[in-house]
């Protein structure tokens, strides 16, 4: 069956329809992993995005379910050059087409990706439908396209509970905003004893159970919609306790302290994005989502200082607090997909507790 991706500027692309068949509305964004369609699909920071995959060949090594980052995917749509009809691996489970269905989420396939990313570059990420009715009426559809921004972000998909998962190391607390499995992943193999908390909890929660360690996750949306989330954080900047915080979680702890944050153009999504350490002068290949970014002149140089910038364009990439124990970076440390040449800040971030707790 065709499908239709229609772009708020009026763009009308034509291809098929995969995965589930129903319209949806979403913020039409691009990824240009070269693998790990799994990773990107199940990051519960694509909340409302409908994701444009660069790389032409989607799907061919199916789905590996020991690779999700959350329980399901998160995407509105799907959209990519070609889906692999066959699927193979040894790890595989079944095809991806047949998990798209199972999860209602479209997709659309036979369309020029690069085309559609190339406008998205020009233009800024914009938004779009899905669509698999011929007879749409563009004069009906492109407002409603242009005011289209995603709500609610976090709470859609953050934990409703508390979870704990056993380690005889470091006790850490990590505020799932819309967290990566990975996240937790990396955290257990270091024999941490984390526990998972709802993106509502309050300080006084966490700070009750007295962790070595704070974790801020990554997560969907506008940081500044997350009003209250960012109140409780400036708790637990005050707090004496070691944060480490990824991506939303370190646009948070920047809203907290007075620094302001603004929506990119068509952001940062992929596998291979240079992040230069300023302390060392070394660069590093991060992987990367975000469509917002910390505003520099808006940081106070008595609270913090950037650690790491984006060497593409110069964009902040990490914060260091000033007589805080407290580092938070822009980029994903915990990869899935993507290089793990940065997964060091989580020993480092062992060091800071260990210091800490010495202390
Ligand atoms: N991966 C993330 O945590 C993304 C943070 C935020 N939603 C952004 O797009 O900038």
Not at 139 to 161: G, N
Not at 256 to 262: F, H, K, N, R
Request: a negative charge; glycine letters at 8%; aromatic letters at 8%.
């Amino acid at each position: 069956m065709n499908a239709f991706l229609i772009l708020e500027d009026g763009h009308v692309f034509e291809g098929k329809s995969f995965g589930a068949q129903k319209e949806v509305i979403c913020e039409v964004v691009f990824n240009t992993s070269m693998t790990g369609y799994l990773e990107v699909l199940t990051d519960p920071s694509y909340q409302g995005q409908g994701v444009v995959m660069t790389y032409p060949l989607i799907g061919n090594y199916g789905v590996c379910l020991e690779d999700i980052e959350s329980e399901k995917p998160w995407h509105s749509a799907f959209i990519v050059r070609e889906i692999s009809r066959t699927s193979s691996n040894f790890r595989r489970e079944e095809d991806l087409e047949d998990y798209l269905k199972e999860h209602d989420i479209p997709g659309i396939c036979g369309v020029d990706t690069r085309a559609i990313t190339k406008i998205l570059r020009e233009h800024g990420c914009m938004g779009g439908m899905i669509t698999t009715n011929p007879d749409f009426n563009l004069d009906e559809i492109l407002p409603k396209l242009k005011e289209y921004t995603v709500t609610d972000a976090v709470k859609t998909v953050s934990r409703t509970e508390k979870e704990h998962f056993n380690g005889d190391g470091f006790k850490v607390a990590l505020l799932d905003l819309g967290t990566k499995n990975n996240i937790i992943r990396s955290l257990e193999k270091r024999g941490c004893d984390v526990t998972v908390y709802p993106a509502d909890t309050t300080a006084e929660e966490i700070l009750g159970d007295q962790p070595d360690g704070i974790m801020l996750s990554n997560g969907p949306g506008d940081p500044k919609e997350c009003v209250q989330i960012i109140k409780e954080i400036k708790k637990l900047y005050d707090s004496e306790v070691p944060i480490f915080a990824i991506c939303l979680g370190h646009q948070l702890m920047a809203l907290a302290t007075g620094a302001d944050t603004e929506k990119m153009r068509w952001g940062h999504r992929g596998g291979n994005h240079p992040v230069k350490d300023l302390k060392s002068g070394r660069v590093y290949i991060s992987s990367q989502n975000h469509g917002y970014v910390i505003k520099e002149e808006t940081i106070d140089p008595d609270v913090a200082e950037v650690s790491f910038i984006n060497v593409n364009d110069k964009t902040i990439e990490g914060l260091d607090y000033k007589n805080k124990n407290i580092r938070t970076v822009q980029f994903h440390p915990e990869a899935c997909p993507g290089p793990q040449d940065t997964a060091y800040l989580f020993d480092e971030f062992m060091d800071r507790m260990k210091g800490a707790k010495n202390a």
